[in-house]
């Protein structure tokens, strides 16, 4: 499922139904560390444990 996409379609969350998987991606190499927060809080309130996050370059 796709969880969110900002209006620029450069990031997205990609999960899962099930809620064990969740993916952050974007165009970028980075992400702004204020973008990142709030996708972390986006993914929160959809469900998923965030605790379980790898963030992976």
Known sequence: MIGDVDNDYQQTIVGR????????????????????AAHMERIRALGYDISRIRRVP
């Open 17 to 36: 139904s099930k809620r064990d998987d969740v993916w952050l991606m974007a165009r970028t190499p980075s992400i702004p560390e204020t973008d990142y």
